[in-house]
């Protein structure tokens, strides 16, 4: 199946941000004491890895090269995040903060990709879908957890 560069490349945007994601939901599991949190992050880390590598499979379905990696600027930010998180004590709540803000910009993504005009392939969407309501429930669980610290 063939489709337009334009949606390759945005498809490997999201590719991009889930290998970042995942190295982040890493990050996190290290920043934290709780291990209620550090499971969250671990599942949460796997979830991410699950549709890292279904999004892939669709790029080449699609015709396209996918992605390999995070981008740049996202190496630079987690090592900022590290970094401000090894001086406070007790930051979970600021971890779940810094979560929760990225995984809302892939919810955007998300729907921006399924208001596409012309349509997608029916697999694509239902992918889509199910990822983006993954990413909602994993949201709406840090923001459960945050309320606890």
């Known amino acids: 199946m063939k489709t ?8 490997n945007e999201i590719i991009e941000r889930n290998y970042d994601v995942i190295q982040g939901y890493r990050d996190a599991s290290r920043n934290v004491d709780n291990e209620l949190l550090k499971r969250f992050f ?20 699609l015709g396209g090269k996918p992605a390999d990696e995070g981008s740049v600027f996202s190496i630079f930010k987690r090592s900022w995040n590290n970094f401000t998180a090894s001086l406070s004590h007790g930051n979970e709540k ?17 729907k ?21 309501e993954k990413t909602l429930r994993a949201i709406h669980e840090l923001e459960a957890m945050k309320e606890k610290f």
């Not at 671990?42 to 379905?61: D, P, S």
């Open 42 to 61: 671990h599942t949460r880390g796997q979830e991410k890895l699950e549709m890292y590598k279904e999004m892939k499979a669709i790029v080449r379905e």
């Open 4 to 11: 337009s560069n334009r949606l390759v490349a945005e498809l």
């Open 94 to 110: 600021e971890v779940c903060e810094n979560c929760i803000a990225v995984e809302a910009k892939a919810v955007v993504e998300y």
């Open 112 to 132: 921006d990709l399924l208001k596409k005009e012309g349509g997608l392939p029916e697999s694509l969407k239902n992918l889509l879908e199910d990822q983006k």
